[in-house]
């Protein structure tokens, strides 16, 4: 009785003509990804769907989730933490407490953001980082589930054109050297309900997020991968960083952010690449790090991929995507490939 009502409520927060409906429903939607892009993505699709399964990479070893990780022997929160920001109805408010950030100056929090500890603590208090994600979620209602693409602890190993060898996500932001492969650091199963996710979906979106740092260690996944190929009534589509990083895709094309993608997992799994066609900033300092460059194509095709373009990069942050232009542009790809 307590499930049906807690869905009954959920749908009484959407008015009659509520895009979010279509025939009578919302859409499955899984997005896999990670980081600020995937939750500025989650922004705006929470407008067109309450059932909405954002699976995030965790990897990430640095900054406040590194330290948490290691003296609490957890998952990473951060990127969890935005995801359920960015899908909360009150987002204005959630997004205040969860990404509040105490001071380096501070002893005991300096540096770290409240919803991190408070993730931390409810793990603690449940027993484990899942349910500490499903309770974060319920209480603070969003608009579906943030799901980890593992509940391994594992680290990144990043293999460089030089042959060298590191292993850590932090090292992605740090040397400014092509990559050639990553790979995780011991064998890693996919978690369940982001498989079953995954199977169920009606629209499978990709990105957008760091290329090697979030998508890539989501794909490599072997459940998730397959889930993914075997998933034949869903449309797939990536949606293409719409600029490049300093250090690990200075440089790239979005045919390269492509054939990463398949170079590592032998397979193409989706149909279909939303790309941003407006250019707005074009970086002249090379910075300690390499330059940010907005990127776009003139093809229609890429390795089998069809590219759709739309102008969906932010006015105000011309480095990111604009979240309700992004959204009204997948969801305009998705009714068109459906009719």
């Not at 208090?125 to 974060?136: K, N």
């Not at 090292?171 to 079953?196: M, N």
Request: charged share 30%; glycine share 8%.
């Amino acid at each position: 009785m307590e499930s049906i009502y807690k869905k009954w409520w959920k749908w009484l927060r959407y008015e009659p003509g509520d895009p979010r409906f279509e025939n009578g429903r919302a859409v499955k939607i899984a997005v896999i990804g990670g980081g600020t892009g995937l939750a500025t993505m989650l922004r705006g699709l929470k407008k067109y769907s309450n059932q909405i399964s954002a699976i995030v990479c965790v990897t990430d070893d640095g900054a406040s989730s590194g330290e948490i990780r290691k003296e609490f022997d957890i998952l990473p929160p951060g990127d969890i933490r935005k995801c359920i920001s960015a899908l909360a109805y009150d987002e204005k408010l959630i997004s205040k407490l969860l990404e509040y950030r105490f001071g380096e100056d501070k002893k005991t929090f300096g540096g770290h953001t409240l919803g991190n500890i408070w993730i931390t603590a409810l793990a603690d208090c449940f027993g484990s980082f899942e349910q500490a994600i499903e309770a974060t979620s319920e209480i603070f209602q969003t608009a579906g589930k943030v799901l980890p693409a593992t509940l391994d602890s594992t680290k990144l190993k990043i293999k460089y054109a030089d042959g060298s060898v590191k292993t850590g996500e932090h090292y992605l932001d740090e040397i400014l050297q092509k990559i050639d492969k990553v790979s995780f650091d011991k064998k890693v199963t996919g978690y369940k309900k982001a498989v079953k996710a995954i199977e169920e979906a009606e629209l499978l979106i990709i990105g957008p997020g760091s290329l090697y740092g979030s998508l890539i260690p989501n794909l490599i996944i072997d459940e998730i991968k397959k889930a993914i190929l075997e998933n034949e009534t869903a449309v797939k589509m990536m949606v293409a960083n719409c600029s490049t990083e300093r250090t690990q895709t200075r440089g790239y094309t979005i045919d390269d952010h492509i054939k990463a993608i398949f170079d590592h997992t032998k397979a193409r799994l989706y149909d279909y690449c939303l790309v941003n066609n407006k250019i707005v900033r074009r970086s002249k300092d090379e910075a300690k790090l390499g330059e940010i460059n907005n990127i776009t194509t003139d093809k229609e095709m890429i390795d089998q991929v069809r590219i759709e373009k739309a102008n969906i990069v932010s006015n105000n942050n011309p480095l990111y995507h604009d979240s309700e232009k992004l959204a009204k542009a997948i969801m305009e790809l998705y009714n068109r490939v459906k009719r």
